[in-house]
């Protein structure tokens, strides 16, 4: 636990918060059930009343009674604008109308490649994964792509053993020479320990703030790979009363996320 003038909150609940973040107002996001939803819907609770939040099966800026436990839910489409269909969505995505998408996998690696069908041999797998979903779609088309995940080397790998979803590939200009649109990829990698984002030269992952009680050494340690630092590395923010009231009371109330 940690402790910031007397407010107590645990891993999980300040992951949720500090991706709620990162969703601006008047924004569209493309999340799924879980942190995801619990990011979006903090968000639209506390600084972006306007955040347009999209469900991969068609749920179009509903306004979310509870969190829901699919994206087929039918509290994905409770008072929304539209209750669309996932080839809408998608195609909105195509348009370039998607500004955020939550993407999730089993690992990551430095350019923000991300598996999550298969680890080890592909015809002989040690263990097999769901596989994409939405997910290489909305990597590959939405403005920016966020990740929440635990910070341990069994995730954060060298290389990925399949890329599931594409993040900047090889490197700067492999994404362009993919046939992937401009200005698309890799946002923000959200963990238990820090918040990294991607260096604008390289396309690497790049510490650019620390949570409170964490050193850069431990996110190292539990990193596969070799991490770059911003210049300008900062201590996350932690949560406020407010932040944790809202999303302890009206987000997540059961704790179905965040834990007890």
């Not at 992951?15 to 709620?20: C, D, E, L, R």
């Not at 490197?171 to 946002?187: D, F, H, I, M, N």
Request: proline content about 5%.
């Amino acid at each position: 636990m940690s402790n910031n003038c007397k407010i107590e909150y645990n891993k999980m609940e300040l992951m949720v918060i500090a991706a709620s973040r990162e969703l601006e107002d008047r924004s569209s996001v493309i999340i799924g059930t879980g942190v995801p939803c619990a990011a979006g819907m903090l968000a639209q609770k506390t600084h972006a009343p306007n955040l347009i939040i999209f469900f991969e099966a068609g749920g179009a800026s509903p306004i979310l009674p509870t969190m829901p436990v699919s994206v087929g839910d039918s509290r994905t489409s409770c008072k929304a604008i539209m209750a669309t269909t996932m080839l809408d969505v998608m195609e909105m995505a195509q348009r370039g109308q998607m500004d955020y998408a939550f993407i999730g996998g089993a690992q990551i690696d430095m350019y923000g490649n991300i598996n999550s069908t298969i680890v080890g041999d592909y015809k002989k797998p040690k263990v097999r994964f769901p596989g994409s979903g939405g997910a290489n779609d909305l990597a590959s088309l939405c403005k920016k792509t966020l990740v929440v995940t635990n910070n341990d080397k069994r995730r954060f790998v060298e290389k990925v053993d399949f890329i599931t979803t594409p993040g900047y590939l090889c490197g700067p200009g492999s994404r362009e020479k993919a046939g992937l649109p401009a200005g698309t990829g890799p946002y923000r990698v959200i963990t238990d320990m820090a918040i990294m984002d991607y260096d604008d030269k390289e396309k690497r992952m790049r510490v650019i703030s620390i949570h409170p009680g964490v050193t850069f050494e431990q996110v190292q340690e539990n990193t596969g790979f070799k991490l770059l630092v911003s210049s300008d590395l900062k201590e996350t923010k932690a949560p406020t009363k407010e932040e944790l009231k809202i999303l302890r009371e009206e987000v997540d109330p059961q704790r179905y996320i965040i834990g007890r």
